[in-house]
Every structure is written in structure tokens, then in C-alpha cells.
């Protein structure tokens, strides 16, 4: 497999201006992959113009060449599916069943979806007072920056840049410093389809540099970010400088509710995929799971069952069912979590260490974990981001809808019940940008996806995703109406 390590500016392959570079890592072994060019200010203000001097002619482009480009790139990255897929599991520990049956299919259908999108996304004509047409543009921003984290590094590029491109606006995407691979790969299937040089700019770099650098940036319209809501207050604060708009998609700490009269068997099953899958690592995991008093003993039973029967391992082996933690700084957080569980008086169900395989002694594991827990336990309150859950018992709906709500993220949730009208009674209750009912994490790009509270605001995805790479410009025409002055002389 060969590697591209080096910044994408202006469409070219380039070293950092000082000559800066940083390892990446694999998280199965600890091993270094690759030496990576480093970003830092000059680099983003070299970025930044290439962009800028590209926005004309792609804005300017028919909509539907622009989505043709990214219809071409969509095919592209499924015929390099299996080395993308290889690349993301490298880099990240994602198992490459996942990888394989997630990241790349994902990341394909939605540069798909948004180059179908591009000549769809139109205007408006408003119905106003006889005599005068008014009708709405809707025009791309101009040079966005968009900073990724690297929980999902491959699909968040395509759900960054897809609306973005299909809008008109030009890019410069920050990788996350631990998971900088397959993004630029991907830039290198852009330059091979005939997205046009500049339009898109990757720059790997550490986050408190070329990151904030690019957040500050004067030339830069629109600052799209996906990490920790801490970070997000700092991109808040960057943007002030030029009053950028901002999108956010923060932390999480989905509630996962099962009521008594729940399918079991699905709910067991749909409640290990929502904390388990990608290792937990993911903003919208179900990472709080409540169960209604009376099947609680009957789901523990079978919900630490199966989680004990996951398979950790090799994310390069098919067989394999969860990956290690994608950073050693990330496995000692949730590892840290695991010991403040203990302190508040948590009772470990499974997991809660690393694994004791020596096959898996180098990686950077953690067991999945289930541990039993008070609703305003910080665990209960914090995001972990791990396979870690806590557990916790309810007798009523309405007090299942106080706990759901009682945190400060709004981002997603879900439910399992067999009662239709308890199903959407309690999902329209729940503070969350989106809700799951006898299923979860469901993603599709014409879903709306973002959240409320300190989950951030701004949707991906969509329509609304592409509202938000726009800005709206209204036009009145004098037809023939006939304005008495206002100043009669
Ligand atoms: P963050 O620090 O939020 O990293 C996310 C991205 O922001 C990375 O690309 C990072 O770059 C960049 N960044 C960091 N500081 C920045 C700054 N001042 N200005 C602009 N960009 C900046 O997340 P993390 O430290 O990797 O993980 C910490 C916690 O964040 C996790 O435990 C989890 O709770 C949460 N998290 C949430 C998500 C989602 S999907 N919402 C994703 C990742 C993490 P560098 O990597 O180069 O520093």
C-alpha cells in the first residue's frame, strides 16, 4: 500500500513550509506507519489563498459538472474500496469488517448523494405584493474550513465536503493529527477524477496550531467542526474574529432506553451495537443504557453475555469484532473513567481493563465495559467515548424522560418499546437532535444530522446541510408596480 504523507495544497503534494513532521500511528501495535507532514500557520495561509484563488471558476462551474465530479469521485473510491478500507483500519483500529461494510460504502454513497444534490438545492421565489418579484439565491460562502476528529476520519470527510463542494464553496479540512491517512488519499482520488486544483486543500497538523490558525482565519467564511464540545468553545471564540459562521457537531451521551414491554432480543442486540460498535468511539453512541426496572435482571443477563463474547483482535482480521482505541492517550481516558466508576461507588457488570491476551498487550485495547451506576454519577454525565456504558433502572416514563434529559449534550438517543404511542410520546420528549425507536445510530446523508445544547448546533447532511453552506440573497424586481413616492415633491 502506498502511503501519501504530505500536505495537499493547490493541488499538489507538498512539504511543510518549515519541513515539519509528526508520526501516525497503528493503535494494534503501537508501531509508527508513517512520518506526516506537519501544517502549521504558513502552511494554512498557503492553503487558505489556493482556496480562495479557486472559488471563482467552481462556484462559477454548472451545478451539475460540479456534482458530476463528485459522482465520479464516489465511484472511484468504491473501486479502491478494499485499499481505503485497509488504510482506515490501519490508521484508526476500526475492524475491517466495519471499515469494509461502513466507513468506505458510507463514505462513497454520501460524496454521492451531494453530487446528486448539487443541481438540486435551489432558491426560492417568495409570493409578495402584486407588481414585484422577489426571489432567494442561495449562494456558497467561499473558502470554508473544516476541522475532522479522528473517530471516523474517512466518512466525516465525504459528510464535510460533500454538502460544501456541491454548494460552490472551496476547502481547507484539518485531519486529525492521529488519523491523517485516508483523507489524503482521498485528495489524491480528487485530483485523479478532475476536481480542480485548489478547490480542496488537506492539511494534517495538530489542532491547537493549523487548527486554530484556520479558525481565526480572515479569510475564511465558515469554520464546519466534529469533536469535543471543549474544543468547539474554543472555535466559537476563534470565529469572532472575522464572525465567521460556525457549525459544531460536539460530544454526546446518548440515552438508550428499554421499556418493560420491549423485544429483548433486538433491544440486547441494538443496545451492543449502539456502545460497542467502533469501540464506542462515537459522538451519538447509546452510552447510558436505561432499563425499566422489571426486565432489568432478564437484559443484564444477555447484555453482558454478548458483550463478553465480542471479539477483540487484529482490525486487519475479517474476523475480528472490535478494534483497539484509535490513540494510547484516548485507551488511558476511558481506562481512567473505568477507575472513577469504582470511586463513585459503580459496579463493574464486564470489562473495565485492558484485555490480558498478550497477543493484544501492545494495542491499545479496553474491554467492553458495563458498569452499573447513579444517573448524576460523572460517568453518567461525562462522555467516555469508549466501549464503556452505564446502567441504571427506572420505574416510570416520565422519570426514564427526566434521566434521559440530564445532561448537559442533546445529541442522540433511543428507545425500545412495542407501544406505538409511548415510542413517539417519549422520543418527541427527549432533548436530542435525533432519536432512535427499536434501532439505533441509523445514518443516511438525507438525514439531518447535528444536535442541541452543548452537542452544538448546525446540521450535516441534507438539505440542511446544504442551507448551511449557503447564504441566502433576496432580489426585488420592479415589474410594474407603481410605488407612490415617499417624498411626494
Ligand atoms: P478534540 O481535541 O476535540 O479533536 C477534534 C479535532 O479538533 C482534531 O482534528 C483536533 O486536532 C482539532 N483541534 C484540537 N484543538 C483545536 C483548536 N484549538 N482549534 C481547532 N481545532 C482543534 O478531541 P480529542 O482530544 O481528540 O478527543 C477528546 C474528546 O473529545 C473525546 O474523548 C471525546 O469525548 C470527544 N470527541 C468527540 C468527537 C465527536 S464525533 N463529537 C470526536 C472526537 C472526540 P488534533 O487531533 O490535531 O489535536
Redesign the pocket.
Known sequence: MKLQTKLFIGGEFVDAADGATFPTYNPFDGSVIAQVAEAKAADVDKAVAAAKKAFPAWRDMPAMARGRLLLKLADAIEANAEELAQLESLDTGHPLRDSRGLDVPRTAVTFRYFGGMADKHQGSVVPVEAGFLNYVLREPLGVVGQ?????FPLMFTSWKMGPALAAGNTIVL?????TPLSSLRIAELMAEVGIPAGVVNILP????IA??H??EHPDVAKIA????T??GR??VQ?SASNLKRVQL????KGANIVFSDANLKAAINGSAFAIFHNQGQ??IAGSRLMLHKNIADEFLEGFVKLAKSIKLGNPLDPKTEMGPLTSKL?QQ?VLNYCQIAQQEGGKILTGGKAPDAPELAKGFFVEPTIVMAQPQDRICQE?V?GPFVSVNTFESDEEAIAIANSTEYGLGGGLWTTNLQRAHRVAGSMKAGMVWINCYKRVNPGSPFGGVGSSGYGREMGFEAMHDYTDAKSVWVNVDAQIPPHYPR
Open positions: 476541522v475532522v476528529p479522528w473517530n484539518k485531519p486529525a493529527e492521529i497538523g495538530h489542532g491547537s487548527g486554530q484556520l479558525a467542526f466534529t469533536g469535543s471543549a474544543v474554543k472555535i476563534a457537531e460536539l460530544g454526546g462515537a459522538c484516548h481516558r462522555e467515548f
